[in-house]
């Protein structure tokens, strides 16, 4: 796969040429900000706080500064471009835009309200925070400006689409389509919203009423009758009638009830169409409830999905969430509660394919890296909220860096010693891992990657340390050691830190926006990394 080239930088160069300067401006903490909800240098893996005007300074000094119009715009580049880790984020600075006192912002917040908000969840995670942003004040959130970008909306919508969407997700955070729909005083654009917007209003017999004898066009029609289905399968206790309305009309789980999914023949049906992410999260839970069992049909299902080619790649799944999942599976127990299962070896055969196949869903980045494991210290620990070793995680890293970026140096250190580390395409991961931890550890100096490199004559774009120590001891600082390697490789280089193992500790307080630090490690961080060298943030 060739490198994107679709993007462009957030960092002025100077008169060289060159990325000059290296300060941390209000641009780049809000780009950092709607990456990974925080305006500092440490994204923290698999955290899910809750987005508020305390961590938006920069949005905010943006604000005051007449430039909420490009606020906006970053934020549908980083909601649409798939750069970001969460969607919290964008949606916050729409909706804090959106109330903005320079009509220019709010229009532009309005604007942008349906690229953003792709699906009830956004839509409803919007309005909460507007709700959230207004607490306190004597005004209500529904002007006309509001009430005009909910209805666009719905209006905008492909019906049968937006059909869909309604049965599909109908409440989040306290918000309803009922109360949106009421509030917004929505006015259907076409019959067949006004149809979606009755029956969600109104329920189905209302529908049913008015539409009885009413004459109905095409579109209408066809909305009508998915209703129908989804209507049919609420009230319908034949598995058999379930499954088939299912594969008929490509109902997903969301739209099912409870019992309906405690059926195996249901479930039959539906892991055929089912998304793949979806699979791998629930794939424990379907073993402990024996919906999946040696030599089933439901089980050889999923390991043909597993092994299709051309579904991973439909999928888009990164080599890394297969890991987390594999691993997880393969532990047989959830992280939290008390559920229990037996893995199931063609499963895990099945996915330890889909594993090395889906190295050709990640997109270059078309930078020379360096990936440096830190052998210092023992590999055994565990990264933290997942079930896989330090060690393993490490090796996955590296491997997929290594056989997706054309540039890429390996490397291991410790005891103030440095070796490259060849690292073939044919070689298992269990090969890498036994590669990495075949060297006598020692005591942690993460600098020794980075003076490597400029002692050797070395240009690199990107140096990646992954280190067990949460706690790191340096013989120099590391923002000297880049230093240095950018004066004399004339290289705009970055480096990005990962404690696999710590909860919060940063490289050292910096104001150089070509350093960051991870603390653990999940799929986020690679977007996080990709967009730092991509100069995104």
């Keep these: ?144 400006a509001l009430r005009k970008a909910v209805s666009d909306w719905y209006n905008e919508q492909d019906p049968l689409s937006l059909a869909a969407a309604v049965t599909r997700c109908k409440q989040r955070e306290g918000w309803s389509h009922q109360d949106l729909l009421r509030l917004s005083h929505t006015k259907p654009a076409t019959e067949a919203v006004a149809l979606i917007s009755k029956y969600v209003t109104k329920g189905w017999k209302e529908v049913q009423a008015a539409y009885a004898d009413k004459e109905k066009s095409e579109e209408v029609v066809k909305v009508l009758s998915y209703l129908e289905v989804v209507e049919k399968v609420k009230h319908s206790c034949d598995e058999v009638e379930v499954s088939g309305l299912i594969e008929e009309h490509k109902l997903e789980r969301e739209q099912l009830l409870t019992d309906h999914l405690r059926s195996k023949q249901v479930w039959s049906t539906l892991l055929k169409e089912i998304s793949l992410h979806s699979i791998l999260k629930i794939l424990g839970k379907m073993t402990s409830n024996k919906l999946l069992e040696p030599r089933s049909a439901e089980t050889q299902t999923i390991c043909e999905r597993l092994q299709n080619e051309s579904s991973l790649k439909k999928a888009n799944i990164h080599p890394f ?58 590999l055994t620990s565990i990264v933290p909220g997942t079930a896989i070793s330090t060690a393993v995680a490490a090796a996955a890293i590296t491997m997929i860096f290594a056989r997706t970026e054309s540039n890429t140096q390996v490397l291991a250190f410790s005891e103030g ?87 919060g500790h940063a490289i050292a307080d910096t104001e150089d926006r070509g350093l960051l630090s991870i603390c653990g490690f999940d799929l986020g961080a690679f977007s996080v990394i990709r967009n730092l060298a991509l100069d995104l943030i």
């Excluded at 780009?31 to 899910?48: D, K, P």
């Excluded at 007449?66 to 969460?86: D, I, L, S, T, Y």
């Excluded at 037996?342 to 499963?347: F, N, P, T, V, Y």
Aim: aromatic content about 8%.
């Design 1 to 144: 796969m060739e490198p994107s080239e679709n993007t462009t930088s957030n960092h002025a160069p100077n008169s060289t040429g060159a990325e000059g300067s290296w300060e941390i401006s209000d641009k780049t903490r809000l780009c950092r900000f709607l990456c990974y909800g925080s305006e500092g240098e440490i994204y923290t893996a698999r955290e899910q706080g809750r987005v508020a005007t305390e961590t938006a300074g920069a949005l905010l000094s943006l604000l005051q500064e007449g430039r909420g119009a490009e606020a906006v715009e970053e934020a549908k580049r980083f909601a649409q471009g798939g750069r970001a880790v969460r969607p919290g984020p964008a949606l916050f600075t729409l909706a804090l835009c959106s109330q903005h006192s320079e009509l220019k912002t709010r229009q532009a917040a309005f604007k942008a309200l349906r690229e953003v908000c792709r699906d009830p969840a956004h839509l409803f995670s919007f309005v909460q925070y507007k709700k959230e942003l207004k607490e306190g004040m004597k005004c209500g959130i529904w002007g006309r």
């Design 321 to 378: 969430s297969i890991l987390l999942a594999s691993e997880n599976y393969k532990r047989g127990q959830g992280f939290q509660g008390k559920t229990k299962w037996e893995a199931d070896g063609s499963i895990l055969k099945a996915m330890d394919w889909a594993f090395y196949t889906s190295f050709q869903n990640v997109e270059p980045v078309g930078k020379r890296f360096v990936v440096a494991v830190d052998v210092g210290t023992s």
């Design 417 to 503: 010693a440095v070796v490259p580390c060849s690292l073939s395409a044919d070689m298992s991961l269990a090969e890498v891992t036994a590669e990495l931890v075949k060297f006598p550890s020692g005591s942690t100096d993460c600098t020794l990657p980075v003076t490597w490199a400029t002692e050797n004559g070395k240009s690199v774009d990107m140096f990646i340390i992954l280190t067990n120590n949460p706690l790191w001891t340096f013989t120099a600082s590391p923002l000297d050691s880049l230093k240095k390697h950018r004066h004399a490789s004339g290289t705009d280089s970055k480096l990005v830190m990962c404690g696999l193992t710590s909860i």
